[in-house]
T-cell receptor, first 110, second 114 residues
Framework: RKEVEQDPGPFNVPEGATVAFNCTYS??????FFWYRQDCRKEPKLLMS???SGNEDGRFTAQLNRASQYISLLIRDSKLSDSATYLCVVEGSTLGRLYFGRGTQLTVWP | GAGVSQSPSNKVTEKGKDVELRCDPISGHTALYWYRQSLGQGLEFLIYFQGNSAPDKSGLPSDRFSAERTGGSVSTLTIQRTQQEDSAVYLCASSLGSSQNIQYFGAGTRLSVL
């Protein structure tokens, strides 16, 4: 079983839509969780960390469900500039190692 | 800028040649990672350096791949006898260390093996 599994999409939504991405992880001992964003032909960049209580950054909300080993990212009021691939990232069994999901592709159309 | 720096940004080589890719991490970051990303694919972990500890080489795909990190800073990824399937973007990332593991990526080296 892979360390991190994501729905690859693609998700195609109109501007202003709300869209949600999910991922599951296999290591129940993981302590660190992140969402990264990768634009086409660019390097991944940290979007936000994910905390146990859930956290929000503007239009972005991340949730963690430890019991189900499930992470989500909600994007409200989608903008054209949100078009990218979103990577679910989880700390692995080796200290310091992060495991990256394959990413979920989002396209926001006008 | 104080980000992760990689060179060259693009490298075209002939099959069978050796290549060296360089990564200069963010100053003060003790952890350094190499990944490979083929077109349309996810990140493939290659190798991880943490301080003076022995590197985690578990992701290296074959013995043609090696990496070193001199003085705990700059790292070089070497691919010997390159093959066409080695063509990919090679990404380097660094982080403060095992307790602070947010990774910051360089812009990558795009390797094309003809």
């Amino acid at each position: 079983r892979k360390e991190v599994e994501q729905d690859p999409g693609p998700f195609n939504v109109p501007e202003g839509a709300t869209v949600a991405f999910n991922c599951t992880y296999s290591n129940s001992a993981s302590q660190s969780f992140f969402w990264y964003r990768q634009d086409c032909r660019k390097e991944p960049k940290l979007l936000m960390s994910v905390y146990s209580s859930g956290n929000e950054d503007g239009r972005f909300t991340a949730q963690l469900n430890r019991a189900s080993q499930y992470i989500s990212l909600l994007i409200r009021d989608s903008k054209l500039s949100d078009s990218a691939t979103y990577l679910c990232v989880v700390e692995g069994s080796t200290l310091g190692r992060l495991y990256f999901g394959r990413g979920t592709q989002l396209t926001v159309w006008p | 800028g104080a980000g992760v720096s990689q060179s060259p940004s693009n490298k075209v080589t002939e099959k069978g040649k050796d290549v060296e890719l360089r990564c200069d991490p963010i100053s003060g970051h003790t952890a350094l990672y190499w990944y490979r990303q083929s077109l349309g694919q996810g990140l493939e972990f290659l190798i991880y350096f943490q301080g003076n500890s022995a590197p985690d080489k578990s992701g290296l795909p074959s013995d043609r791949f090696s990496a070193e990190r001199t003085g705990g800073s700059v790292s070089t990824l070497t691919i010997q006898r390159t093959q066409q399937e080695d063509s990919a973007v090679y990404l380097c990332a660094s982080s403060l260390g095992s307790s602070q593991n947010i990774q910051y990526f360089g812009a990558g080296t795009r390797l094309s093996v003809l």
